[in-house]
């Protein structure tokens, strides 16, 4: 059975990462995830000093918020001039470091672990189970993780039209009259909300990798938006499985194991991919050059 | 006097008083002019001289810091559906993946309101306008696959699909094939055939004349606008361009000379 739940978790977190993470690729914008996943520490522990518990919803507001503000920070300091990866820097590193500062001044003697807020354990994942009316209903976070996955897929099949335009020509997608900026927030939103109710059970490793890795694979293995997410999360989903195997057989950190199994997918789709290959266009380089 | 109708008419585009800056540097100062119904006018300057950033405040894509912009008589965002829009090819990634079809399908986005997703109908009218650009056997190619002139057809084909009344369009003719500058005069006189009006950024100075009813010189201020026979002037064309022009102009006429002499020979 922990096995069962180890994979599910890690399915579900894949799943949530990769649709998200076709969108901040195409928007040149895979590192905002690295960001966010950092500077939601403050919200969460300024969600723990107000509400007092640990209780996972309210951490999850309190993150989701403070990624919004990372977002709106980011964004600010670009139009005010700072080059782009900069502002990115400057803001999430200045917020992470804040968290910290928070921790260490006010839950000394709480139990309010850094290590398990930002880096937690997909192996402990079966522990801690959601109990209603006394019956068992599996690990928290598969529920957590689950609910995320739902809303991700309601907001992104509802909208597809609309985040497509922003992504490929926000000028036509304001032009036309969508709410470019909601759109942009609606999608940092849900990058933060899948980032902190992943990294609570699996780690920030893990989350940043499947935001970035699986959709920058399938980007080489396909010309179309809907298939480009399709593919991504089929990468993510199998890197999850082949990483927990390869864990087990290594004795290794599951997280790590997951995300290096990611890598690996990609370097593959890197060579071999029928179009964009680095083999295709070597072949298809050589073909021409004979027949010219 | 003018006519009834010219009193019940509005102008496609009314631009009055209009200033744009960015980070306290003036990009236009107290831009004001009209368009008139069904007029193809060119929009031309020196680089810098805030052509691109005239369309994007006209449209309300970038915040001005004074000055009136009406459409058809109203603020230009409730005449959305009216408003085609060709934004400059380079302001986009061509490696998106998506093919020509898609893009095109795009400009009816603004049509479909939040939740209706693009259908058969939507599809034949994508079609369609890639037919009219002469890119009916390339709607499903994968966009970075395409030439620039192709990729600026594409364009043309999208701004078709948003079926509007005036059509604003970004230096549509940077970087085109000879091919792709017949297909955009023919659909440019066509629009103008259907009655619709059309406001282009342009940069080629030698075919000004030939294209345009109507023409806008600026430079951050408006020097100078009306028809063209009277407005493409050497000396509004000196003021505009400055310093520059002299060297334009004798580009030009040595190009002239070297044309007629290749002709001779």
New interface residues.
């Given amino acids: 059975m922990t096995d069962f739940w180890i994979l599910l978790t890690g399915s579900l977190v894949a799943a949530c990462c990769s649709i998200l993470g076709c969108f901040l690729v195409l928007r040149r914008m895979s590192l905002i995830g690295d960001a966010i996943s950092h500077s939601v520490l403050p919200g969460i522990v300024i969600a723990f000093m107000v509400s007092g518990s640990r209780d996972s919803i309210v951490m999850l507001l309190g993150a989701s918020v403070l990624g919004l503000v990372t977002v709106f920070l980011i964004q600010l300091f670009q139009q005010s001039g700072v080059q782009a990866d900069a502002s990115i820097g400057v803001v999430f590193t200045a917020l992470f470091a804040a968290g910290v500062v928070l921790v260490s001044l006010n839950l000394r003697n709480v139990d309010l672990d850094l290590d398990c807020v930002l880096y937690g354990e997909i192996a402990h994942v079966h522990w801690n189970t959601w109990t209603l009316h006394g019956a068992d209903m599996g690990p928290k976070a598969v529920w957590m993780l689950g609910f995320t996955l739902l809303v991700i897929v309601l907001v992104i099949g509802l909208f597809f039209k609309q985040f497509k335009l922003c992504a490929f020509d926000p000028m036509l997608a304001a032009a036309v009259g969508i709410p470019v900026a909601l759109f942009h927030y609606l999608l940092m939103g849900l990058v933060s909300m899948a980032t902190v109710s992943s990294f609570e059970s699996v780690g920030a490793i893990l989350v940043v990798g499947m935001l970035i890795i699986p959709a920058s694979a399938a980007y080489l293995l396909t010309d179309r938006l809907g298939r480009m997410i399709l593919i991504s999360v089929a990468i993510g989903i199998a890197s999850t499985v082949l990483g927990y195997f390869a864990a087990v057989v290594l004795d290794a950190s599951i997280a790590g194991c997951m995300v290096c199994a990611a890598a690996l997918l990609f370097v593959l789709a890197f060579v071999f991919s029928p179009t964009h290959g680095l083999l295709a266009r070597r072949l298809w380089r050589r073909l021409h050059s004979r027949s010219v | 006097m003018p006519s009834s109708t010219k009193l019940t008419k509005q102008p496609p585009l009314a631009i009055r008083g209009l200033s744009v800056a960015y980070?306290k540097k003036p990009v236009l100062r107290d831009v004001s002019f009209e368009i008139g119904d069904g007029e193809l006018v060119g929009v031309i300057g020196p680089n810098g001289a805030g052509k691109s950033t005239l369309i994007?405040a006209a449209?309300?894509?970038i915040p001005k810091l004074t000055g009136e912009v009406a459409v058809y008589g109203k603020p230009c965002?409730e005449q959305?559906k009216l408003?085609g829009?060709v934004?400059q090819r380079e302001?986009?990634?061509w490696d998106?993946?998506?093919?020509a079809l898609?893009?095109v399908m795009?400009?009816r986005?603004?049509r479909?309101g939040?939740?209706r997703?693009?259908g058969a109908k939507e599809k034949a009218i994508a079609l369609e306008c890639l037919a009219k650009v002469g890119m009916a056997d390339y709607a499903n190619r994968?966009i970075s696959q395409l030439s620039g002139g192709q990729q600026q057809r594409v364009f043309l084909a999208?701004a078709l699909a948003?079926d509007a009344s005036l059509y604003v369009m970004d230096e549509p003719f940077a970087g085109v094939d000879a091919a792709t500058e017949k297909a955009i005069i023919n659909l440019l006189q066509e629009l103008k055939r259907e009655g619709k009006t059309v406001m282009v950024v342009h940069h080629d100075l030698a075919t000004v004349k030939e294209y345009f009813d109507s023409v806008l010189l600026l430079n951050v201020e408006v020097q100078a606008y009306g028809k063209t026979e009277d407005a493409f002037t050497q000396e509004n064309l000196q003021r505009t361009y400055g310093g520059r022009f002299a060297f334009l102009n004798r580009h030009a006429e040595s190009a002239d000379t070297a044309a007629a002499a290749e002709g001779r020979g």
Avoid: C, E
């Fill in positions: 980070q994007k449209l309300g894509l965002a959305r408003i829009y934004p302001s986009v990634d998106f993946p998506t093919n898609d893009v795009m400009g986005y603004g479909l939040w939740f997703r693009p994968q999208r948003q």
